[in-house]
């Protein structure tokens, strides 16, 4: 069976699936992978939407017999290719396809912490009663006890953060159900199966894993290939440095406290002095950082004060707790994880403060109820090489955003892939010059003039009133989108929804189902989001989504990028900024039958020098400055 047999135009798909296309793009990066993969190769594959590239990788990749790691953004799209895409390939082509899908640990239940919460003699009073008993039928039934098997379970039920199972608190060999354990069986089947498919956080946990030498979450495999793959910079960043949050160290508290509780023969009121050290390290800590900005960087002098006052309290209790208070005479199973953890986040306190060199940065954010020290790396191509690229025969990187103004330089030097990596870019069948105009107003202020937010937000009134609702509007800051909700808000006859007034799959349900309504949105809407049909007949982008230098780890970028001589504007924020540009227009156009305008309200796109590699890097949309075309172009759909 080769890969035309299957997606070409009268393959197997073509005869055994009903409304299947023949997509040219979906075949031409088949056959790119299928090289890759024999050639062991890395490959770039820029797959634009519409092109139906999952089918285009997982075809290649089942058909070479490797054992392969499929990995994606978010375990929406894993459960989509392990649910729907797999099964479809399956019954169409016979292809016997052997697969298991991984999740982080806390996504599945653990036995010791169900026994020990169902143990509690309150519980019999508690309105968990009746969930439990739920959880016990389901149990009866259930291969691996995945949390997204209970529909019935709301994402937000504290229930579950009772019944899951971290790797701080899990008891590894020591648990009385470890031949029983989920997770262990889960690991057991993936260890045979030819292809895995996790999520980017669960690869890049088990890459840390890995490295340092403490055995592995994902089994060995040949072939990786990352979907959604644009994501992968800021994710690998965060696990290839080390952080820790004051909460992190308070829940060690509260499961000391209750682990000794009932416990014979030990100092707890020595203990509770420990304890109270601690507690009093975070207090200090936080009240350091009090009055700093909301994230920054730790320089040397911070860093000093900082290991000599309150961190210096923090591990002081924390060796006393797991050094002298005693405990670890008892050999008491329970408890121990408890200490190896205290010595864990001693240990890391350590490492986070250190200063590593000019391509590591120590930074703090300071959260709600927590505070959380960071230690990053600026630049992640040399732990890419020795961590994956030396490790596994052939790594495929793809997305609907990969290239700007027509190359990989960008992302390939981001992610360090050499320059003789198979690159190409696979079209879009969407035809964007008849299904989109892309309109921008040419009388705004420029983005950095006092009065932009509101004159945008007058403009963005226009604009719902001719396209009668039906509208996303992203921003690329809170501030803007409040001074917009504010002024149209009273003025259309529109619901509008808007980012924090409910959680995000609330509001995108709430969004898909009124046709005529309006989403304000930031950040985590501008990719991920899929809104096909009229409900999404309109996009707005109030500025060009250029990452702010004042988040810590972009400006200490821009400064390494500037050290070494480079042009940090043109070689890292433009390119970075076209990628979160196109990810916006993503969320337009999502089926061939779908239309829709794009506006950009930000007039640098047309008077700036760098303007021309935005417009360059989209697709072929018209371009309009006449809000009257916004008229003409629905009513052309009418016809």
């Not at 379970?153 to 020591?174: E, F, M, Y």
Request: charged share 25%.
């Amino acid at each position: 069976m080769s890969i035309q047999s299957i997606l070409e135009t009268d393959g197997i798909l073509a005869r055994s699936l009903q409304g299947f296309e023949f997509r040219p793009s979906q075949l031409q990066m088949a056959l790119l992978i299928e090289d890759s993969i024999r050639q062991k190769m890395p490959a770039l594959i820029e797959a634009g939407t519409g092109t139906g590239k999952t089918f285009g990788y997982l075809v290649p990749v089942i058909l070479s017999g490797k054992k392969s790691i499929i990995s994606t953004g978010t375990k929406n799209l894993q459960e989509q290719i392990y649910f729907k895409d797999i099964p479809l390939l399956n019954k169409a082509a016979h292809l016997n396809i052997d697969a298991v899908m991984m999740k982080g640990r806390e996504n599945y239940l653990c036995l010791h912490r169900y026994h020990q919460y169902i143990s509690q003699s309150s519980l019999l009073e508690t309105s968990q009663t009746k969930k439990i008993g739920k959880l016990k039928e389901w149990l009866k039934k259930t291969e691996f006890a995945d949390r997204g098997e209970i529909s019935w379970l709301s994402d937000d039920d504290i229930l579950w953060t009772s019944l899951s199972s971290s790797s701080d608190q899990c008891l590894g060999s020591k648990c009385l159900f470890l031949d029983e354990c989920f997770l262990g069986k889960l690991r057991s089947r993936a260890a045979k199966a030819k292809i895995i498919i996790v999520n980017h956080h669960l690869f890049f946990a088990d890459m840390k894993v890995k490295k340092g030498g403490f055995g592995e979450i994902i089994p060995r495999f040949q072939v990786a290939v990352f979907d959604e793959a644009h994501t992968i910079e800021e994710i690998a960043t965060s696990y290839f440095g080390e952080s820790l949050s004051t909460r992190q160290i308070t829940d060690l508290i509260s499961d000391l406290k209750k682990g000794i509780r009932k416990m014979q023969g030990v100092d707890k009121g020595k203990l509770e002095r420990g304890l109270n050290i601690i507690q009093g390290g975070i207090e200090l800590l936080k009240g350091t950082l009090e009055g700093y900005e909301e994230k920054g960087r730790l320089d040397q002098e911070i860093l000093s004060n900082l290991g000599q006052g309150p961190v210096r309290e923090l591990r002081r209790g924390l060796r006393f707790v797991y050094g002298d208070s005693n405990l670890t005479r008892l050999n008491n199973t329970p408890i121990q994880p408890l200490l190896d953890r205290a010595r864990e986040i001693d240990t890391l306190l350590e490492e986070i403060l250190k200063q590593r060199g000019s391509n590591w940065l120590n930074w703090y954010e300071r959260r709600k109820k927590s505070l959380v020290l960071h230690s990053s790396p600026l630049d992640i191509s040399e732990s890419m090489n020795e961590l994956l690229y030396d490790k596994v025969q052939t790594t495929i990187f793809t997305s609907a955003t990969l290239s700007t103004n027509g190359t990989f330089d960008y992302i390939r030097s981001r992610l360090g892939l050499p320059e003789e990596a198979f690159q190409e870019i696979c079209d879009s069948h969407f035809d964007f010059e008849t299904q989109t105009i892309l309109y921008i107003p040419k009388s705004l202020p420029p983005p950095n003039s006092p009065d932009f937010g509101t004159q945008a937000a007058k403009e963005i009134l226009k604009i719902l009133k001719r396209t009668e609702g039906r509208a996303l509007v992203l921003f690329t800051s809170y501030h803007n989108l409040n001074v917009a909700y504010q002024i149209v808000k009273d003025r259309i006859p529109f619901t509008i929804y808007r980012q924090g007034h409910a959680p995000r799959s609330v509001l995108l349900d709430a969004f898909r189902q009124d046709v005529h309504s309006v989403l304000f949105a930031t950040g985590s809407f501008w990719q991920g989001v899929d809104v096909p049909g009229e409900a999404l007949s309109c996009l707005i982008i109030d500025k060009l989504p250029f990452a702010s230098p004042g988040e810590p780890i972009v400006g200490a970028r821009i400064d390494a990028i500037r050290s070494q001589g480079h042009n940090p504007f043109m070689e890292y924020q433009v390119p970075s900024a076209i990628i979160s540009l196109k990810q916006g227009l993503g969320r337009l156009i999502r089926k061939q039958s779908d239309r829709g305008i794009l506006s950009i309200l930000d007039v640098r796109i047309m008077t700036s020098r760098y303007g021309r590699f935005f417009l360059e890097s989209l697709p072929n949309i018209p371009v309009t400055h006449d809000l009257s075309d916004i008229d003409r172009f629905f009513e052309g759909a009418k016809k």
